[in-house]
């Protein structure tokens, strides 16, 4: 989680620059939804995933976490989320490269639609998103490893 946490952090200050909630795809043990409360005290982060398997004290409350499959709950979420996200962690890749392969094609035309103009992708996951920005990770992240995108105008 280290290449991670350092990435988290280096957005902070541009994340809240944009108005909306972040969203973070995949709870797993809830160390980094635990870090995303820390570290946007004043914004609402949606957790998505199709269980809620974590240590309770890093637990979202029920208004907060949607429980299913992600490709449902993601495109269907607007009611329940209001607004479109500043930022969005993703972190529901696989071992596989076919399985991501089906989940980067099914995924980049729902994070468009969820995600504020300005607004921040954070990804292990390489995806095909014409109107977002590539950014530049900072000093001693791998290449590869995660991928930055910045949203910067509407479809």
């Not at 299913?68 to 969005?88: E, M, N, Y």
Request: aromatic share 10%; glycine share 6%; net charge negative.
């Amino acid at each position: 989680m280290t290449s991670q946490k350092i990435l988290l952090e280096y957005l902070v200050d541009k994340v809240n620059l944009v108005e909306g909630p972040v969203l973070e795809l995949g709870l797993g043990n809830g160390r980094t939804y635990d870090h995303l409360r820390e570290i946007y005290p004043d914004k609402e982060i949606f957790v998505f995933d199709f269980a809620m398997n974590c240590h309770p004290s890093c637990a979202p409350d029920a208004d907060h976490m949607i429980l299913g499959d992600i490709r449902d709950t993601l495109a269907f979420c607007a009611p329940r989320v209001r607004a479109q996200a500043s930022f969005a962690h993703i972190d529901i890749g696989s071992a596989d490269p076919t399985n991501d392969l089906a989940i980067v094609n099914w995924l980049a035309p729902l994070i468009d639609e969820r995600m504020a103009v300005g607004g921040f992708v954070l990804t292990a996951l390489e995806l095909d998103l014409p109107n977002f920005e590539l950014l530049e990770k900072p000093e001693g992240i791998h290449p590869g490893r995660y991928h930055i995108y910045r949203k910067f105008a509407e479809a």
